[in-house]
């Protein structure tokens, strides 16, 4: 068989695009609907996709609750809870879920993904996040968003301590700079060895635990020459750690606007950008660069010069480079940042999106994609009934499940 990219779909509440919940056949209160997200999983299971992905940030997304469209995006579940409940409702589809190491404690969320794993026979996985959000650091007491290198430092131990519990009794306990722990888990080990492990850091240091830890990466990357120099990279640094290159699936958000026709696609996504409004896609713009004044700089000029992030560099890194090689100007950067956050978008038809997906699958930029559709549940019954067939009829995405775990599905090693 010829190798085959793997899917994951990307879950969040009304959809990426940032105006989504205005979108006329968007679901606005699904964020607490559970059978919003039944039916978004069944769709993914049923089109074959390998895991379904939540992720989370444990405080609203905007400290100006007055712009509806961030205050809407931060209400819904909390993900672990959520994917337990879909647990019981697909049977197949593996079930990943962002957890943060700056504001929990290693054995409190071994346990939790362990639980995950068996309750869904082997289909659990974490997505290691340092947070980059201040917001989120006032919610526990801290004084402040931490450096950079001290919050990977801490996820570097956080990830050696789970990792270590999830061997089972051979577990020899753990005394180290930011965490001590004594005893095993209360659980026999996986049915897949080990939840599988995932990152989204694109930092150097992030790369660098990635390489050490991770089963899966997800990235942001806008052209074939970007995700090509990150696949790269990061398959190069493993063989410092004992690793092979396809012990990690890499795998780059992608948000598809897929109709029939072209005029019909791209008319999709014009009447998602007009719901756009300046404010909120400056106010999206600069949480994630990490700017607060990014307003009073002209909004039809250049974006100016910033200060290297304590937040997400990598991110920053990415739209700046943007900004310079297509010339973009605030406004222009504003609008096209929040259909996506970044990741890469196409629109088009089925066989122009399969072809897209292809090139950057086949020219070493990706094992597979982890898809963000614009608003659910439209653009993943799209995506699942239009472009997941035509990518079968080319031989590069399975027909049927390879196995019953999340490892299985995606190819990775059990691990010893």
């Known amino acids: ?116 794993d068996h309750l869904s026979g ?38 050696e301590v789970v990792t270590g519990l999830w061997q ?7 005394d180290g700079q930011s965490f001590s722990v004594r005893d095993p888990l209360d659980l026999p080990r996986s049915p897949q060895g080990a939840p599988v492990m995932v990152q989204a850091g694109a930092s150097d240091v992030g790369r660098d635990l990635a390489a050490r830890t991770a089963d899966v990466v997800f990235t942001a990357a806008q052209t074939l020459e970007e995700a090509k120099a990150f696949y790269d990279d990061l398959k190069g640094r493993m063989a410092a750690y004992g690793r092979e290159p396809d012990d990690i699936k890499i795998m780059p958000g992608v948000s598809p606007v897929v109709a029939k026709t072209e005029a019909e696609a791209r008319e999709k996504h014009e009447e998602l950008q007009a719901l756009i409004p300046d404010d909120v896609g400056l106010a999206l713009l600069s949480s994630y660069l990490s700017i607060s004044d990014l307003w009073r700089y002209p909004i039809d000029g250049p974006m100016p010069e910033l200060p290297e992030t304590e937040g997400m560099k990598s991110r920053q890194a990415l739209v700046v480079e943007q900004s310079r090689r297509d010339g973009l100007s605030i406004r222009q950067l504003a609008r096209h940042f929040a259909g996506a956050r970044g990741h890469w978008r196409i629109v088009g038809t089925p066989a122009q999106i399969a072809d897209e997906l292809q090139a950057r699958f086949e020219g070493g930029g990706a094992d597979g994609f982890n ?46």
């Not at 996040?129 to 990977?152: C, Q």
Request: with cysteine; net charge positive.
């Open 1 to 116: 068989m010829n190798r085959q990219m793997k899917l994951g779909a990307f879950l969040w509440a009304t959809g990426h695009h940032i105006a989504a919940w205005r979108h006329p056949k968007a679901h606005v209160t699904a964020g607490i609907d559970i059978d919003h997200y039944i039916q978004l999983a069944r769709t993914a299971e049923a089109a074959k996709f390998d895991m379904i992905f939540c992720e989370d940030a444990a405080g609203l997304r905007e400290a100006n609750v007055g712009i509806a469209s961030q205050t809407s995006r931060s209400i819904g579940f909390e993900p672990i809870s959520l994917l337990s409940a879909l647990a019981v409702q697909t049977s197949r589809i593996g079930l990943v879920s962002t957890a943060s190491t700056s504001y929990n404690e290693p054995y409190g969320l071994s346990r939790t993904f362990l639980s995950l």
């Open 122 to 159: 082997g289909r659990a996985g974490w997505n290691l996040v340092t947070s980059a959000s201040p917001i989120e650091a006032a919610n526990f007491g801290a004084t402040g968003l931490k450096p950079h290198a001290d919050r990977y430092e801490r996820a570097r131990e956080f990830a």
């Open 168 to 174: 089972g009794g051979s577990f020899p306990g753990h």
């Open 371 to 416: 898809v963000m559709p614009s608003y659910f549940p439209g653009e993943l019954d799209a995506f699942a009934t239009l472009v997941v067939p035509e990518l079968q009829r080319r031989g590069l995405f399975r027909r049927e499940y390879e196995g019953s775990t999340l490892r299985e599905h995606l190819g990775l090693k059990r691990p010893a």
